[in-house]
């Protein structure tokens, strides 16, 4: 039986029986793991237990996933003999990555609330105007004119008029024929780097920064720049010198979070935006500016595009965050001259976006339905904050940050890859600090979501996880 010890997790010891199992050919190649229910049934474990031994196994090249089918031991000739004995491999420390990390947004078979989740729970979302707004747009003889032939490339009409006086709002001035939709945020994100960039190209990136965004962009081949956020901004001085760089090494991008940035909270001071502005001028590189919070955030807050007009920079925002996860609507606003490209790039991916549910996010919008619901996640989110910092300040914990927005950057005083193991036994998700970084180093941070993370019994279980580690 696997057994509790602080020497070594849950996780690790399933990995090791696997491992060991299939290194001395009792799991033959071929041979499909048991599901992750199964597995977690049959060992008396998590499921997040399963998935995250699953996923070390992978990364030994013992296993490969298969699509919609599960996990499948690998042939002995297509895997690299390890180096290390099964032992030492079995206790080598396993981070947890982006893709563990999503996968585990799929994998929700814990009751318990999840402080590393991206998004906040599905009971803060849930609403009657947007099933509403559905319902308005597939009852009718629109349904009919929607389904029927492919959409607008662009996006839809109504929806694009929508989102261009929505962004007046904010200050960001772009007409409809400055808009594009996206199957969600990050798809609107793919869509410029695989306009304006080509594989080994450098890309400076805020960090820490989001995971997701630094696994997209090395799977695409590019070559990350990181850059220190600060509370102000970016660090300019960091920025200067990669600009600097000889014929070749000059970055062409940037990718930022000016609002409530990820994982600090951090939001862009004006005099730093200035700069910023001004660098990008003199070094002819562009900025793309993720606004994926601007839902939790102030109107008045500082934001490149408002000062820019959009003209080296390009707007990204969507709505998964805040009202329908599964929508999956994003959008980006762009200067006219680099419309064309980045229309054409969203052709040759998916053609057009479903425009039903496009319609249906411009009726919400227009309505002003969906600023009421801002309203109150605004508010429920205020108090979950306050809730939140204490319990974490109780267990010992410091923030990083000034606590604002949806996440939490909070120092544990311990190696949080190693946490990630252990709470992932008791059923918790976390998210590591390294995980936040390019290159991964140890790190004693880690970011939780305010909304998941007002569970006491979560911060019993941490400080008791955490000590083991002291």
């Not at 002819?284 to 500016?289: N, Q, R």
């Not at 709505?319 to 606003?333: D, E, S, T, V």
């Not at 991964?440 to 019993?460: E, G, H, I, Y």
């Amino acid at each position: 039986m696997l057994t509790r010890t602080a020497g070594l997790s849950l996780t690790d010891q399933l990995s090791a029986r696997f491992a060991e199992r299939i290194r001395g050919r009792l799991l033959a190649p071929g041979a499909r793991l048991p599901s992750v229910r199964e597995c977690a049934r049959q060992h008396g474990v998590s499921p997040h237990t399963v998935v995250a031994a699953y996923d070390q196994l992978q990364a030994q090249g013992l296993v490969e996933a298969r699509r919609q089918r599960g996990f499948f031991v690998r042939d002995a000739a297509a895997r690299a003999e390890p180096s290390l004995s099964s032992a030492a491999a079995a206790a080598a420390p396993v981070q947890a990555d982006a893709s563990s990390l999503i996968r585990s947004m799929f994998h929700r078979h814990s009751a318990k609330p999840q402080p590393g989740m991206g998004v906040f729970p599905p009971d803060w979302l849930d609403n009657t105007f947007a099933p509403a707004a559905l319902r308005r747009v597939i009852g009718g003889p629109t349904l009919q004119e929607l389904s029927l032939q492919y959409g607008e490339p662009a996006g839809d009409a109504v929806l694009r008029r929508s989102l261009s006086q929505k962004l007046m709002g904010i200050n960001v001035a772009a007409g409809p024929d400055q808009i594009i939709t996206t199957v969600g945020a990050t798809h609107a994100l793919d869509i410029v780097s695989r306009t304006l960039l080509r594989a080994g190209d450098p890309v400076m990136v805020e960090e820490p920064g989001w995971a997701i965004e630094f696994a997209r962009l090395e799977a695409l081949g590019m070559r990350i720049l990181p850059v220190p956020r600060r509370p102000d901004g970016p660090d300019l001085d960091v920025m200067a010198r990669y600009c600097e760089a000889g014929e070749g090494h000059r970055p062409k991008l940037f990718v930022s979070v000016s609002v409530l940035h990820n994982p600090t909270g951090y939001s862009l001071a004006p005099g730093s935006a200035h700069r910023l502005l001004q660098l990008a001028s003199r070094h002819d590189f562009h900025i793309v500016e993720d606004d994926t919070y601007s839902h939790l955030a102030p109107d008045h807050a500082t934001r490149l595009c408002a000062l820019d007009g959009l003209q080296r920079t390009i707007y990204v925002s969507g709505f998964a965050k805040i009202l329908a996860p599964n929508w999956r609507i994003g959008y980006l606003a762009a200067p006219p001259s680099l419309y064309p490209r980045l229309l054409e790039t969203k052709l040759l991916a998916t053609l057009t976006t479903p425009a039903i549910f496009e319609r249906a996010l411009a009726w919400c919008i227009d309505q002003g339905q969906l600023r009421r619901h801002c309203e109150r996640i605004r508010a429920r989110l205020d108090a979950a904050r306050s809730r939140t910092v204490k319990l974490a300040l109780a267990a010992g914990c410091t923030f990083a940050s000034e606590p604002a927005g949806l996440f939490g950057w909070v120092d544990t005083g311990v190696d949080t890859d190693a946490l990630t193991q252990r709470l992932l036994d008791e059923g918790y998700l976390i998210a590591p600090g390294s995980l936040f970084h390019a290159r991964r180093p140890p790190d004693t941070r880690m970011r939780v979501n305010f909304a998941s993370a007002q569970d006491a019994q979560f911060w019993k279980a941490f400080a008791r996880l955490r000590d083991t580690l002291r």
